[in-house]
């Protein structure tokens, strides 16, 4: 059963190519064409953004959930993830990122669709805001990805002033 719907996306008529592409497109994209249109604070922005807008779009009942979509879609593999639920902190490290495994070190985090989908996800499961920032990246020279998730204490529906 599929977790996320976006009917208008749902009809892939490629009888010969399929469904799928080269990692290395959604890259060029992320990464580097949409950067040289709009700059490179803006294109993490931009990237941040639609990956919390894809987050909040899902409907899963448990983070696991979301965890596992990710490595069925090819987003990245869950190496450890934990949260101590009293305090609404986590920590999350994934494996094989779409964004950044195999990457050249950056010397920066190169995951912000990632850190964007995580926080959606979040956001849209506990209804409370979240931060949610890359502290390890590939794209720095990292082994792995690793997420530190903080819920904040305010309801999901109130926008930052």
Do not use: H
């Not at 992320?30 to 490179?40: A, C, T, Y």
């Not at 050249?104 to 959606?120: D, M, Q, R, V």
Request: proline share 4%.
């Amino acid at each position: 059963m599929e977790k996320v719907r976006m009917p208008e996306l749902d009809r892939v008529d490629r009888p010969n190519l399929g469904a799928t592409i080269d990692i290395r497109l959604f890259r060029a994209l992320s990464l580097f064409s949409l950067r040289d249109v709009v700059g490179e604070d803006a294109s993490k922005t931009l990237a941040y953004a639609g990956g919390k807008a894809l987050g909040r779009r899902t409907k899963f009942k448990e983070f696991e959930e979301f965890l596992q979509w990710m490595e069925k879609k090819s987003i990245a593999r869950t190496k450890s993830f934990t949260f101590d639920s009293d305090k609404g902190i986590g920590n999350l490290i994934l494996l094989e990122t779409l964004s950044s495994a195999g990457l050249p070190n950056l010397g920066k985090p190169a995951c912000s669709f990632e850190t964007g989908l995580i926080s959606g996800v979040i956001e849209r499961l506990k209804d409370r805001r979240c931060l949610v920032r890359e502290i390890r990246c590939y794209g720095k020279g990292d082994p792995e990805c690793e997420f530190y998730i903080e819920v904040l204490d305010v309801p999901a529906y109130l926008k930052r002033m």
